[in-house]
């Protein structure tokens, strides 16, 4: 099992930036690419980001590319969401999930958080 906590949510203006946490404890975190994922009210949970096992690689939603960047501390078991630029659409609750292939398929994920909630105001 992999347990999942998100933190650093928050209510920003437009135009602001934020940086989410979430910290794994469990198994050996570097086995587990890393992905974040967003749901607003009355839609269905989408893709933000996903980075690879040592943080090499990622890759981004359209929506949020050049404004989110997402890295990785395997020694601190931590995954990280830069969010700049934000805008009143980036409100959702924001969950990280883990699995251990490199996905942005919500369904591939084994684990998750409980979610933070971002609200972006205009």
């Known amino acids: 099992q992999v347990q999942l906590v998100e933190s650093g949510g928050g209510l920003v203006q437009a135009g602001g930036s934020l940086r989410l946490s979430c910290a794994a404890s469990?198994?050996?975190?570097?086995?587990?690419?890393m992905g974040w994922f967003r749901q607003a009210p009355g839609k269905e949970r989408e893709f933000v980001g996903a980075i690879d096992w040592n943080g090499s690689n990622t890759y981004y939603a359209d929506s949020v590319k050049g404004r989110f960047t997402i890295s990785r501390d395997n020694a601190k078991s931590t995954v990280y969401l830069q969010m700049n630029s934000l805008k009143p659409e980036d409100t959702a609750v924001y969950y990280c999930?883990?699995?251990?292939?490199?996905?942005?398929?919500?369904?591939?994920?084994?684990?998750w958080g409980q979610g933070t909630q971002v609200t972006v105001s205009s």
């Open positions: 469990g198994r050996t975190f570097s086995n587990y690419a």
């Open positions: 999930g883990a699995d251990q292939s490199f996905t942005s398929w919500v369904s591939d994920y084994d684990y």
